[in-house]
């Protein structure tokens, strides 16, 4: 072999080289635009940012080894990777869940910069609506949240889920009835946000009295704390229960506390920072009857994105 016929090759191989890198670079192009959009969907689906985020990793590495030619709508081929991954994991988290210490709530995020969350629309990511979205078969889960949250069309849910598009439709109308309370106890943000208000002062006093005014009779208190100390292991209910158990606390919890203002799952929440870290989030689902939840989030682990101007 002539150094002619080396040169031709060293050429080839460099040529071969970059167009591997051109399509990898349209490969990360392609899936970089819709990737916000991929992690709202398996966040929904999860509720937790780790296992999202694991999902969404994995949808790159099967984009990568896909014949990217063949597929005519990457957002389409993506989606339903990411959905029945998705649905997959949710099956054996549910029984992980079952060794966790006390009450287990969603992950907080912070969405002041995304309200959304990457959809259509901020479907699916307040905690009343999490929380439901627990009780429903995965593949309702999915069918609900592509539909309510992306305004996917039937006949594409149906090729997600593999279903026929009058079953996707059922699927959704049973996931709605399941949701209707939950979506009844949605209320204004900016009510919201002067309940928790009320109840922030009214819990830092410690007035009993105060602190059932603010609450509907059959409230819940949930303290998702995966055993840290201080943690609730057990929800609290009642009007009574729930003002007396905050009441209890009131003199050493807020001691040494920041609190800050800052959007969660598109509702207002306050965080709660000893020495620059935040070590609780707390936010309320409420009515026109009051508080029904208390939502205290103090796991370590689930509060990675939930720090102020995160």
Not at 54 to 75: F, G, H, L
Not at 94 to 113: A, H, K
Not at 270 to 284: F, I, M
Request: net charge negative; charged share 25%; proline share 4%.
């Amino acid at each position: 072999m002539g150094a002619e016929d080396v040169n031709l090759d060293e050429r080839a191989w460099a040529d071969e080289d970059r167009d591997v890198c051109t399509e990898l670079d349209d490969a990360l192009t392609t899936f970089g635009a819709h990737r916000r959009r991929l992690f709202g969907i398996a966040y929904r689906m999860l509720s937790t940012v780790a296992d999202a985020e694991d999902i969404v990793q994995e949808a790159w590495i099967r984009w990568q080894n896909t014949d990217r030619s063949k597929v005519q709508e990457p957002i389409a081929f993506l989606t339903t990777i990411v959905t029945r991954l998705s649905i997959n994991v949710l099956q054996s988290s549910r029984v992980r869940r079952e060794t966790y210490i006390g009450p287990w709530l969603p992950e907080p995020v912070n969405t002041e910069d995304d309200p959304a969350l990457g959809a259509e629309r901020a479907e699916a990511l307040q905690f009343a609506i999490l929380l439901t979205l627990e009780k429903l078969t995965p593949t309702e889960r999915a069918a609900y949240i592509l539909r309510e949250a992306f305004a996917y069309p039937y006949p594409r849910i149906a090729e997600v889920i593999s279903s026929s598009p009058a079953s996707a439709r059922q699927l959704v109308s049973r996931a709605r009835a399941h949701l209707a309370s939950a979506k009844q106890a949605t209320v204004d943000p900016g009510a919201q946000r002067r309940l928790l208000e009320a109840f922030l002062t009214a819990a830092q006093k410690g007035d009993v009295r105060e602190l059932e005014s603010l609450f509907a009779a059959d409230v819940v208190s949930y303290t998702d704390g995966n055993g840290v100390k201080l943690a609730a292991r057990i929800p609290v209910s009642g009007r009574r229960r729930v003002a007396r158990f905050v009441s209890a606390f009131s003199h050493h919890f807020w001691t040494d506390k920041s609190i800050a203002w800052v959007e969660i799952n598109g509702q207002p929440a306050a965080a709660l920072t000893e020495d620059g870290q935040v070590t609780t989030v707390v936010t309320v689902t409420t009515s026109s009857d009051g508080i029904l939840q208390l939502l205290w989030v103090m796991s370590p682990e689930k509060l990675r994105h939930a720090a102020v101007g995160a």
